[in-house]
């Protein structure tokens, strides 16, 4: 059932307390029926776990009316019986009941407000943990540097592997490596590109030496 029309239903049964001769009851239901109305057309099945939640987070000192308990659990007999589907309703808000018992329900009316029509908490974000540019462009210039001396180059991108570099980083030392701005889908690939290039590099500068070699 949708909050408001709980807190209508709720609001009936103060009245009827009322005529019975229990004012000061009715008032503590009516006080409640108005609260949780607050959340309209939400569903109240999922109105009391977000009021919980909030409660949570602000550390709420647990308190209720003493009264209500009794009230919601008669309530909700009733409207078993009747064969009604706010009798679950009942069932759930009573979880809302729990820690100190106190007379009035004006305050607990209030603290049901407010946790309804507190905003939405910010998921904190973690900030990215990019790397210096600074940092990335030496990383990128000793993979130049040491490109044909194979222990110095292997080094290197042990430590590029040991720093947990993000994509971003990966591909801006795989551009200044390679020399051009290719797409790359992974930081794996940007790796597996700087390698490729280095062994053909390699290849070609050892072939190169011995062409030298024959001429001489």
């Known amino acids: 059932m949708k909050a408001r029309e709980f807190g209508e239903t709720l609001s009936s049964f103060a009245d009827l307390i009322e005529e019975e001769g ?14 949780i109305a607050t959340a309209g057309e939400l569903p109240v099945s999922k109105v009391v776990p977000a009021i919980q939640k909030h409660w949570k987070s602000v550390k709420r000192t647990a308190e209720y009316p003493c009264a209500l308990a009794g009230q919601l659990t008669r309530i909700g007999s009733v409207l078993a019986a009747a064969g009604a589907k706010a009798n679950s309703d009942c069932s759930a808000v009573l979880k809302l009941l729990a820690g100190e018992q106190v007379e009035g329900a004006k305050s607990f009316a209030a603290d049901i407000k407010s946790a309804i029509l ?8 973690r900030a990215p943990q990019g790397h210096d540019a600074t940092a990335i462009e030496k990383l990128a210039d000793r993979l130049v540097r040491h490109r044909l001396d194979n222990a110095e180059f292997d080094a290197t991108i042990a430590e590029i592997a040991g720093a947990k570099l993000k994509k971003p980083d990966l591909v801006a030392i795989a551009h200044r490596f390679l020399g051009s ?3 790359f889908k992974t930081a794996a690939d940007a790796l597996k590109a700087i390698k490729n290039r280095q062994l053909q590099d390699a290849l070609q500068a050892s072939r190169d030496r011995r062409i030298e070699k024959i001429a001489v």
Do not use: I, M, W, Y
């Open 22 to 35: 229990s004012a000061g009851r009715a008032t503590n239901l009516r006080l409640f029926a108005e609260a």
């Open 118 to 125: 507190a905003p939405p908490p910010v998921k904190k974000r």
């Open 181 to 183: 701005d290719r797409s």
